[in-house]
Protein backbone atom coordinates (compact mmCIF):
# COMPACT_ATOMS: atom_id res chain seq x y z
CA UNK A 1 0.00 0.00 0.00
CA UNK A 2 1.43 3.26 -0.84
CA UNK A 3 2.10 5.83 1.99
CA UNK A 4 1.79 9.64 0.66
CA UNK A 5 3.97 11.66 2.55
CA UNK A 6 2.93 15.43 2.00
CA UNK A 7 5.30 18.84 2.15
CA UNK A 8 5.27 22.09 0.93
CA UNK A 9 3.03 23.88 4.01
CA UNK A 10 3.82 26.91 5.57
CA UNK A 11 2.82 30.67 6.34
CA UNK A 12 1.88 33.02 3.67
CA UNK A 13 -0.04 36.41 3.68
CA UNK A 14 -3.81 36.28 1.89
CA UNK A 15 -3.17 36.58 -2.12
CA UNK A 16 0.28 34.74 -2.37
CA UNK A 17 0.50 31.38 -3.45
CA UNK A 18 1.73 28.20 -2.04
CA UNK A 19 2.47 24.34 -3.72
CA UNK A 20 1.99 21.62 -1.60
CA UNK A 21 3.43 18.48 -2.59
CA UNK A 22 2.71 14.51 -2.01
CA UNK A 23 4.99 11.94 -2.79
CA UNK A 24 4.61 8.48 -2.69
CA UNK A 25 7.40 6.71 -0.32
CA UNK A 26 8.78 4.36 -1.11
CA UNK A 27 6.94 2.98 -3.91
CA UNK A 28 4.76 4.38 -6.94
CA UNK A 29 1.43 5.96 -7.46
CA UNK A 30 0.76 3.39 -9.96
CA UNK A 31 -2.55 3.63 -10.97
CA UNK A 32 -4.15 5.12 -7.97
CA UNK A 33 -6.11 7.96 -7.59
CA UNK A 34 -4.54 10.83 -5.18
CA UNK A 35 -6.54 13.34 -3.88
CA UNK A 36 -6.19 16.65 -1.60
CA UNK A 37 -8.39 16.81 1.36
CA UNK A 38 -8.26 19.76 4.19
CA UNK A 39 -9.11 20.54 7.82
CA UNK A 40 -9.77 23.36 9.40
CA UNK A 41 -9.89 23.67 13.41
CA UNK A 42 -13.62 22.70 14.55
CA UNK A 43 -14.80 21.38 10.78
CA UNK A 44 -14.83 18.34 9.50
CA UNK A 45 -12.54 17.17 6.44
CA UNK A 46 -13.60 18.39 3.22
CA UNK A 47 -12.54 17.85 -0.38
CA UNK A 48 -9.97 19.93 -2.33
CA UNK A 49 -8.87 18.10 -5.15
CA UNK A 50 -8.31 14.87 -6.78
CA UNK A 51 -6.29 13.50 -9.97
CA UNK A 52 -5.54 10.34 -11.76
CA UNK A 53 -2.33 9.71 -12.11
CA UNK A 54 -2.75 7.34 -15.13
CA UNK A 55 -4.85 9.83 -17.11
CA UNK A 56 -3.99 13.04 -15.43
CA UNK A 57 -7.88 13.65 -15.47
CA UNK A 58 -8.77 16.29 -12.37
CA UNK A 59 -11.73 18.20 -10.41
CA UNK A 60 -12.09 20.36 -8.09
CA UNK A 61 -14.06 21.87 -5.03
CA UNK A 62 -15.80 24.91 -5.93
CA UNK A 63 -13.95 27.17 -3.35
CA UNK A 64 -10.73 26.11 -5.68
CA UNK A 65 -12.29 26.60 -8.85
CA UNK A 66 -9.84 29.44 -10.77
CA UNK A 67 -7.28 29.08 -7.81
CA UNK A 68 -5.92 25.76 -7.54
CA UNK A 69 -3.92 23.16 -10.27
CA UNK A 70 -3.32 19.70 -9.25
CA UNK A 71 -0.79 17.66 -11.44
CA UNK A 72 0.99 14.75 -11.05
CA UNK A 73 5.27 14.03 -12.05
CA UNK A 74 4.90 10.55 -12.86
CA UNK A 75 8.86 10.08 -12.88
CA UNK A 76 8.96 11.68 -9.48
CA UNK A 77 6.35 9.82 -7.71
CA UNK A 78 4.46 13.12 -6.94
CA UNK A 79 1.51 15.15 -7.19
CA UNK A 80 1.07 18.95 -6.76
CA UNK A 81 -1.60 21.17 -5.53
CA UNK A 82 -0.76 24.90 -6.30
CA UNK A 83 -2.96 26.99 -4.94
CA UNK A 84 -3.14 30.84 -5.95
CA UNK A 85 -4.89 33.98 -4.75
CA UNK A 86 -4.87 32.49 -1.07
CA UNK A 87 -7.69 33.38 1.63
CA UNK A 88 -7.26 33.67 5.38
CA UNK A 89 -10.17 30.67 5.21
CA UNK A 90 -7.33 27.88 3.34
CA UNK A 91 -6.13 27.95 6.54
CA UNK A 92 -6.22 24.30 7.28
CA UNK A 93 -4.37 21.32 7.28
CA UNK A 94 -4.30 19.36 4.13
CA UNK A 95 -3.67 15.96 3.40
CA UNK A 96 -3.03 13.54 0.51
CA UNK A 97 -4.86 10.42 -0.04
CA UNK A 98 -4.45 7.44 -2.30
CA UNK A 99 -7.49 5.27 -3.63
CA UNK A 100 -8.80 3.48 -6.47
CA UNK A 101 -11.89 5.44 -7.02
CA UNK A 102 -12.20 8.93 -8.86
CA UNK A 103 -13.93 10.29 -6.21
CA UNK A 104 -14.98 13.29 -3.88
CA UNK A 105 -15.81 11.12 -1.01
CA UNK A 106 -13.66 10.83 1.56
CA UNK A 107 -14.42 7.07 2.54
CA UNK A 108 -13.21 6.31 -0.88
CA UNK A 109 -9.37 6.67 0.34
CA UNK A 110 -7.59 4.32 2.19
CA UNK A 111 -4.13 5.70 2.44
CA UNK A 112 -3.48 8.60 4.15
CA UNK A 113 -0.34 10.89 5.00
CA UNK A 114 -0.10 12.88 7.71
CA UNK A 115 -0.94 16.40 6.88
CA UNK A 116 0.95 19.62 6.17
CA UNK A 117 0.21 23.12 7.65
CA UNK A 118 -1.67 26.03 5.75
CA UNK A 119 -1.85 29.04 7.40
CA UNK A 120 -2.71 32.40 5.63
CA UNK A 121 -2.66 35.33 7.38
CA UNK A 122 -4.81 38.76 6.53
Known amino acids: QVQPVESGGGSVQAGGSLTLLCAASGHTFGDSIVAWFRQSPGKEREFAAV????????TYADYLHGRGTISRDNAKSTVYLQIDRLKPEDTAVYYCATGRVFSRDIRDFDSWGQGTQVTVSS
Open 51 to 58: ISVTSGSS
